[in-house]
């Protein structure tokens, strides 16, 4: 087995060029459970966690775009100043496992497992969100949307290594909840993301571990745009229990060892009411 431990993008894209099917190492806290519990075999292994260039974020205060390295650890998400700009990402942030994880676990790594349950991508499918995938001989940009094709799946080539990602930073209300066996250092059973943008006059809802991918609610969406007053940050009581019912029939939940399908259900039509009153108290 080798492992390279490149210091710039550059050296990382080559080595990646030289063995395109190679495992990338950030944080280690998904890698390392998949090869010490033997789901994982690797040979080459290209370590990004010295690339000092996967390690920054720009915000842009004109195009009101932030772009968040890919190896932008959950610890500095859950804290200012990036927490201001992506409140329902620093709230997940906050929910990933222990601090210990949070210091090592980034949201490169989150993307490159694409679970489900990652805490990070409902986020990042609500704020509508662009993968940057870049490898020796080219770049491209993916909505997060096509960038999770199945459970663990992802739309990333051989030769390919996520460079970052970018959110819009919007003036509107945002949240993130999910449900678990427990209260802390837990995989979530259930999770739903609420993002709204009052200049657009949209609300975003995005369901996690519920499907094989994150799933969006555009038909709850949709309601939840005639219904509520931005204004006024209303929204009636009917309006809230008919968007819980919207969110439960997008669900296409399955029964596993964590939860049942009915319970899962349940629970995303339950946090998505929620997050919807939360974001729009009065009325
Ligand atoms: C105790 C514990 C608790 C946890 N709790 C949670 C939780 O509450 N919520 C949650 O969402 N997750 C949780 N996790 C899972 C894990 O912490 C996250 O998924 C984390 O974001 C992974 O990031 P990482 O940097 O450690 O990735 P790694 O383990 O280094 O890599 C993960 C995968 O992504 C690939 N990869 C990494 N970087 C890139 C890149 N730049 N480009 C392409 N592919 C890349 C790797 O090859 C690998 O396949 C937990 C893990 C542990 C061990």
């Known amino acids: 087995m080798s492992v390279i431990v490149p210091l710039t993008l550059h050296d990382a894209l080559q080595a990646l060029a030289e063995a395109p099917d190679a495992t990338l190492l950030a944080g280690g806290t998904d890698l390392m459970v998949e090869l010490n519990a033997g789901h994982r075999q690797v040979t080459d292994v290209v370590s990004l966690s010295r690339v000092a260039d ?5 915000h842009d205060p004109v195009r009101q775009v932030l772009t968040l390295g890919a190896g932008i ?7 200012e100043p990036i927490a201001q700009w992506v409140p329902a990402l620093a709230q997940a942030a906050r929910t990933v496992g222990s601090p210990q994880i949070r210091n090592a676990a980034t949201i490169g790594g989150n993307l490159g497992t694409c679970s489900p349950a990652g805490d990070g991508l409902p986020v990042l499918s609500a704020l509508e969100a662009v993968v940057h995938l870049r490898s020796a001989t080219g770049s491209r940009d993916l909505p997060f949307d096509e960038f999770m094709v199945g459970p663990k799946r992802t739309a990333r080539l051989p030769g390919e290594l996520i460079t970052g990602v970018s959110v819009p930073v919007l003036d509107g209300w945002q949240g993130y909840s999910k449900v678990g066996v427990r209260n802390a ?16 006059r949209r609300v975003r809802l995005a369901l996690g571990s519920v499907g094989p991918v994150i799933l969006r609610c555009p038909e709850a969406e949709a309601a939840a745009a005639t219904a509520v007053d931005f204004h006024a940050a209303s929204v009636s009581d009917s309006a809230v229990e008919h968007f819980a019912e919207l969110a439960r029939a997008a669900a296409r939940p399955i029964d596993d060892h964590r939860s049942t399908a009915a ?5 995303v039509g339950v946090l998505a009411g929620r997050l919807l009153r939360k974001a729009f108290p009065n009325g």
Do not use: F, G, K, N
């Not at 250092?185 to 657009?200: E, F, G, H, K, W």
């Not at 319970?263 to 629970?267: G, K, N």
């Open 263 to 267: 319970y899962r259900r349940h629970a």
């Open 54 to 58: 996967l390690c920054t974020w720009q």
């Open 185 to 200: 250092m837990v995989i979530a059973t259930a999770s739903v993301a609420l993002v709204t943008d009052p200049a657009a």
């Open 73 to 79: 650890t959950y610890a500095e998400i859950a804290t």
